[in-house]
């Protein structure tokens, strides 16, 4: 059972940069879709960003393009959130998923998050003002 594992969470200021990662194990991951969401306390889970298998197809959040870039390592089972310019507004728990069997890939089909069957178990994610 593949298992994703995120890591890269912690507390900055607002204006810095973090970046995370979620790791896969159990199996290979690269012809996965790949998504980060991320949920603040009293909110709904928010689509954040998501990459396609190869990772040349990616979509993002209007709240956070521009800012975040989203990218993967297939030969290290490794996704990333390479997030710029935090503002307090970002503060949330971030999440990891994987639609682990694509017929294809459209960035506003996998902004939902009933589109993955894996989630991580999160990281959290504090900017303060």
């Known amino acids: 059972q593949v298992q994703l594992v995120e890591s890269g969470g912690g507390l900055v200021q607002a204006g810095d940069s973090l970046r995370l990662s979620c790791a896969a194990s159990?199996?290979?991951?690269?012809?996965?879709?790949m998504g980060w969401f991320r949920q603040a306390p009293g909110k709904e889970r928010e689509f954040v960003a998501s990459?396609?298998?190869?990772?040349?197809?990616?979509y993002y959040s209007d709240s956070v393009k521009g800012r975040f870039t989203i990218s993967r390592d297939n030969a290290k089972n490794t996704m990333y959130l390479q997030m710029n310019s935090l503002k307090p507004e970002d503060t949330a728990t971030y999440y990891c998923a994987a639609n682990k069997n694509p017929s294809f890939y459209s960035g506003s089909y996998y902004q939902y998050p009933n589109r993955y069957d894996s989630w991580g178990q999160g990281t959290q994610v504090t900017v303060s003002s």
């Open positions: 159990g199996r290979t991951f690269s012809r996965d879709v």
């Open positions: 990459i396609s298998w190869n990772g040349g197809n990616t």
